[in-house]
């Protein structure tokens, strides 16, 4: 409506000279800034589907030169990388579900103003986000629940997560109240109400915070260096990146070369390099999110403009 | 509580309750409100265990923590001396000020980045191309730091695109190895924060944006104002509110300066300037064993964040914007 009105005021005096001006310029600065935002990625991309030392001559930019899936039959070869792809998935999938039940279940009982713990618990929650114990201690925590080396670690410790439970409980608090009230005088429980009317009404910030969830979880790789480093068999996709990447740009610290030697040896059979794998395993460690947000976007500036500003 | 039910008022269940001894509300509860109770308690738990259960490890940076000992009273307590070594001792205070600093550079950036990027957008009037640049400017906070990391090394690499851009303006002979300077390390955490996060900044300021009355522009367009006269006495004032409260939220997190980024980017030559508090804390509590001294940096950490945390919101109070607490 905003931009509406302005383009019918706007229409006069359209091309006066300083409008036309500040147009140009203002096009011309948003369109280096996708370029600078967009430009990297795309380099990979070209990087990882060019042949190895041909890349090594330098200059690709924006298309390979000698193109090639080889970087990619090579990285879904390495056992670890097949092992990775499959836990970073399945956190991520069951990440996002345990966090939209747990925010949502216990946002909706937030929105209650009857429910006698709600001061109680919204003081907890919302105490989280300004304070940490720090990562011993948590450490502590997590190896005396016998969590280390478990896949549960990368569910449990971050399933409710204080700014998604504000987020969906001030998109509740939104929602017409007569709606619960007139289910009550039907007789619904809560349960009922929950799942049967509140849940169908709040699926806008439930993809929110579904997508929000996804993307912490397949983003994460200190849970797993923390607490699963000693678990190849629990190991994940970011993790094996981060492993990559501090070996190969930093050929001269004598420390981590070791990993650099593994990946010239599982990769010498054909044109590979270090610097083609890595970028093959970067497009595959991010894609898969950079594929789903476009379609996500009405639905997550709304829940960052609810939690962000209420929160 | 039956009676509030049939009672539309939004405020007469809170009275009534209040109203209610201890005992009528443990019953209530356990009879009116199972369901409810059912559903938050389980997920109360995990919060009390995760975050509340782990503040127990807190005494260990009172004693001369030695692994082994299982009763943790049978520690050896020495009040605050590992704080004093923290301060007197260690090299804390260069930690601490790459912190603050890489804090520093990160809000400004990020603020005035966020909210320029904002205003321009908000100027323009094509949907279609509006909406295309703020989708790819999206796209670096969906990256995670490995991911991210690794993009900046190689554009800051000596054939890099940075030092391939600058050669062909003329204005450098020879690569500059960005990760390898030491001086330069901020400024490429600053610049980094800033691709990653300027476009996921505007959201929170382009919503705001479209909240101010329009009314005001065509007040100030009869008054003969023009584009620049609009930003500055309309918009800018209109999000003012929305930039006190990111600001308060952001100081509070002023010892966050991010440990991701500088634990990837950081190289040998750079390490004095790239160590920032949590980073001391995993070099001194996984690699070096020291759990008492990394505890309490972490200690320290967390009351400096609460403590800004309020004092900026008690400032916010008393200039009259809205506060946060």
Redesign the interface.
């Known amino acids: 409506m905003a931009t509406r009105t302005l383009i019918t005021h706007k229409k006069k005096k359209n091309w006066s000279l300083e409008n036309v001006l500040f147009t140009t310029l203002n096009t011309l600065f948003l369109i280096f800034i996708a370029v600078v935002m967009l430009y990297p990625y795309v380099n990979t991309i070209a990087v990882s589907l060019n042949e190895g030392y041909d890349t090594l001559r330098g200059g690709i930019y924006l298309v390979p030169r000698i193109f090639t899936w080889q970087n990619y039959e090579a990285v879904f070869a390495m056992g670890n990388i097949q092992i990775a792809f499959v836990i970073s998935v399945a956190r991520t999938v069951l990440g996002a579900i345990t966090s939209v039940i747990a925010a949502s279940m216990l946002a909706y009982t937030l929105s209650r103003k009857e429910y006698i713990l709600r001061p109680f618990i919204t003081i907890l929650i919302v105490l989280t986000m300004y304070f940490n114990a720090g990562l011993i201690p948590n450490y502590f925590n997590i190896r005396s629940l016998g969590l280390m080396n478990s896949f549960w670690v990368y569910i449990l410790p971050g399933m409710v997560s204080a700014f998604n439970v504000i987020v969906i409980r001030t998109y509740i608090l939104q929602l017409p109240e007569s709606l619960v009230e007139s289910a009550r005088i039907d007789g619904a429980g809560d349960f009922v109400i929950f799942l049967r009317i509140i849940m169908p009404l709040a699926k806008p910030v439930l993809a929110t915070v579904a997508l929000f969830a996804a993307v912490g979880a397949w983003n994460s790789w200190f849970d797993n260096y923390i607490y699963n480093s000693a678990s190849p068999h629990l190991t994940t996709l970011q993790y094996e990146l981060m492993k990559l990447v501090n070996s190969t740009t930093s050929m001269s610290q004598s420390s981590s070369a070791q990993h650099g030697v593994g990946v010239n040896e599982s990769t010498a059979a054909g044109m590979i390099t270090p610097k083609s794998v890595r970028s093959a395993i970067t497009i595959v460690a991010s894609l898969p999110i950079l594929v789903v947000y476009p379609f996500l976007q009405k639905y997550f500036v709304t829940g960052l403009t609810i939690g962000g500003v209420k929160g | ?1 039956e009676q ?3 009672n ?1 008022g ?2 007469k ?2 009275q ?2 209040r109203k209610m001894s201890f005992t009528e ?1 443990v019953v ?2 356990f009879t009116k ?1 199972w ?3 059912a ?2 308690l389980p ?2 738990a ?13 005494t ?1 940076a009172f004693q001369r923590y030695r692994p082994g000992i299982k009763n943790i009273f049978d520690q050896k307590w020495v009040g605050l001396e590992n704080f004093k070594t923290l301060f007197f001792v260690d090299d804390f205070t260069r930690v601490l000020r790459n912190t603050v600093s890489m804090s520093l550079i990160n809000l400004v950036l990020g603020t005035v980045g966020a909210i320029f ?1 904002a205003l ?2 908000h ?3 094509a ?1 279609l ?1 509006k909406r ?9 906070h ?6 991210a ?7 800051l ?1 000596s ?1 890099g ?1 940075i030092n391939v851009v600058l050669k062909n303006l003329g204005w450098i002979d020879n690569s500059i190895i960005f ?1 390898q300077e030491a001086n330069l390390f901020w400024g490429v955490i600053g610049f980094s924060n800033l ?1 990653k996060g ?2 996921w900044g505007t ?2 300021y382009l ?2 944006m ?1 909240g ?1 009355d ?1 009314a005001l ?2 007040a100030a ?1 009869i008054d003969g104002a ?2 620049y006269r609009k930003i500055w006495h309309i918009t800018l004032p209109g999000i003012k509110a ?1 930039i006190v ?2 600001l308060i939220m952001n100081v ?1 997190h002023l010892m966050n300066a991010g ?2 980024q500088q634990y ?1 980017l950081q ?2 030559p750079t390490q004095q300037v790239a160590e920032t508090i ?1 980073i001391y ?2 070099k001194w ?2 690699s070096q064993g020291n ?1 008492s001294l ?2 309490a ?3 320290f ?2 009351t400096v ?2 403590l800004l ?1 309020f004092l900026v919101n008690a400032l916010a109070k008393r200039v009259g914007e809205q506060s946060l607490v």
Do not use: H
């Open positions: 509580m509030s039910k049939k539309k939004r405020n269940p809170m009534l309750y509300k209530t509860l409100q369901q409810l109770l559903m938050s997920f109360l995990l919060v009390i265990i995760f975050n509340y259960v782990p503040l127990w490890g807190w260990m990027l321009m957008l100027e323009v009037k949907r191309f295309t640049v703020q989708t790819i400017s999206y796209l670096p969906f990256l995670s730091w490995v991911v990391a690794g993009i900046v090394a190689d554009g690499a054939d695109i990760l691709w300027i476009g959201i929170i919503s705001a479209s101010i329009t522009y065509e367009e023009n584009r929305t409260i990111l509070g440990f991701e990837l190289r040998g949590d804390t995993l509590g996984i759990y990394a505890t940096a972490g200690i950490k967390s964040n609460i945390l």
